[in-house]
């Protein structure tokens, strides 16, 4: 009996940390909605916190292998999704404008879906007129080579990389387009 009260202490002290992360809440909450939404966070690094550039390597629903390594000199946006993702649906508009704005510029966009097959990838490009290529990262390569950034289960992510392939910024959740845009402006003034 004596044993109870300490179990039950640590249960509440444990559920109470537990609830006050709002991606632990929405796992728990198990409503079957096959995401959890990241809450539109917005992380800059400064130049001097960055660390190392980002290793990732993986195929493109093309079948066209890239690497990071071929990305120094040019700031790079990585937005991680999938078909039936909701937020992802809402954000793709804004993208393909970001994309178009900034493609001039030496920016590059990928896409990385973490679930979908090739036609469910591709029937969502068509449909949102996705302009640039996605990784077919449904074995997860590409998404564990970026687990210090991307919270595996919370879709949509968009990491923007530095010129050097660093992490320099990233929206954990919907992407705002304004915010977005800012966030490329700044690594392309570095």
């Given at each position: 009996m004596r044993l109870v009260a300490p179990a039950v202490a640590a249960a509440v002290v444990l559920s109470g940390c537990a609830a006050q992360d709002p991606l632990a809440q929405q796992a728990a909450e198990g409503n079957n909605k096959n995401y959890i939404a990241g809450d539109g966070s917005v992380t800059e690094y400064a130049a001097g916190d960055r660390g190392e550039p980002v290793e990732i390597e993986g195929s493109l629903y093309e079948g066209q292998t890239v690497s990071s390594a071929e990305w120094p000199g040019q700031v790079t946006v990585l937005n991680f999704w999938y078909a039936a993702c909701a937020p992802c649906r809402e954000e793709a508009p804004d993208?393909?404008?970001?994309?178009?704005e900034f493609r001039p510029q030496g920016v590059q966009f990928y896409g990385v879906n973490i679930r979908d097959g090739k036609e469910n990838a591709e029937a969502f490009e068509r449909n949102f007129e996705i302009p640039y290529p996605?990784?077919?990262?449904?074995?997860?390569?590409?998404?564990?080579s970026m687990t210090?950034?991307?919270?595996?289960?919370?879709?949509?992510t968009t990491i923007v990389l530095d010129k050097e392939g660093r992490v320099s910024a990233r929206i954990l959740g919907l992407a705002d387009k304004g915010t977005l845009s800012a966030l490329i402006d700044?690594?392309?003034a570095e």
């Open positions: 993208l393909v404008a970001l994309h178009d996605s990784f077919n990262d449904s074995d997860g390569g590409v998404l564990l210090s950034y991307v919270p595996p289960q919370a879709v949509p700044s690594a392309l």
